[in-house]
């Protein structure tokens, strides 16, 4: 079990930036990765971003060279550097766990923070 906090969302104008946060509950060394999905209403969730355990982090290519996500080890937490935004970036922002507990594994999500971008 692990328990995810997301913070950070709001509003913002196109060509501005933004950071979202991601506080864990659990050691990242018992995480085998951690991401940012993303929901616009009426659309499926999507991957944003996800970084593992070995520290490769792979984007969605709508987003590549714009997004990135630090990471803070000492207090397990993650975040989504936005910058150059765009309207269609606008959406619920999720971010997930996920924990490989022998040969099961396991995604856990957080509540979501909404990001409005206007043009």
């Known amino acids: 079990q692990v328990q995810l906090v997301e913070s950070g969302g709001g509003f913002v104008q196109a060509g501005g930036s933004l950071r979202l946060s991601c506080a864990a509950s659990?050691?990242?060394?018992?995480?085998?990765?951690m991401g940012w999905y993303r929901q616009a209403p009426g659309k499926e969730r999507e991957l944003v971003a996800v970084?593992?355990?070995?520290?490769?982090?792979d984007y969605a290519d709508s987003v590549k060279g714009r997004f990135t996500i630090p990471i803070d080890n000492a207090k397990n937490r993650i975040y989504l550097q936005k910058n150059s935004l765009k309207p269609e970036n606008t959406a619920e922002y999720y971010c997930?766990?996920?924990?490989?507990?022998?040969?099961?594994?396991?995604?856990?999500w957080g509540r979501g923070t909404q990001v409005t971008v206007s043009s």
């Open positions: 997930n766990a996920n924990i490989l507990s022998g040969a099961a594994m396991r995604d856990y």
């Open positions: 659990r050691s990242f060394s018992t995480i085998n990765s």
């Open positions: 970084t593992g355990s070995g520290g490769r982090t």
